[in-house]
Nanobody, 117 residues
Framework: QVQLVESGGGVVQPGGSLKLSCTAS????????MGWYRQGPGKARELVAS???????AIADSGQGRFTISRDNAKKTVYLQMNNLKPEDTAVYYC???????????WGPGTQVTVSA
């Protein structure tokens, strides 16, 4: 069982920045593939960014040039740096861990990000 806890959400003005953190339990964090998803009001949950256990990164088109994902295996934490935030980035942001052997998926409870003037 893996527990995930997100932090770092809040209210920010357009053009501002936030850094989200997701800390995982368990001793095998370096083997987890990690991802950030978001769900805006009335919208489906969508992938924002992902990072493999080998460090390969992918950013969704909506975050290209603005968002960066990184991980610190020693701290069992994955980060999402979000710059130049826009009102359409307003959403609940969720952290996801995918484990192998066995393959399982875990979600955090989410953290609210609100971009508003």
């Amino acid at each position: 069982q893996v527990q995930l806890v997100e932090s770092g959400g809040g209210v920010v003005q357009p053009g501002g920045s936030l850094k989200l953190s997701c800390t995982a339990s368990g001793s095998m964090f370096s083997d987890y593939a990690m991802g950030w998803y978001r769900q805006g009001p009335g919208k489906a949950r969508e992938l924002v960014a992902s990072i493999s256990r080998n460090g390969a990164r992918a950013i969704a088109d909506s975050g290209q040039g603005r968002f960066t994902i990184s991980r610190d295996n020693a701290k069992k934490t994955v980060y999402l740096q979000m710059n130049n935030l826009k009102p359409e980035d307003t959403a609940v942001y969720y952290c996801k861990a995918t484990t192998t052997l066995p393959t399982s998926v875990y979600w955090g409870p989410g953290t609210q990000v609100t971009v508003s003037a």
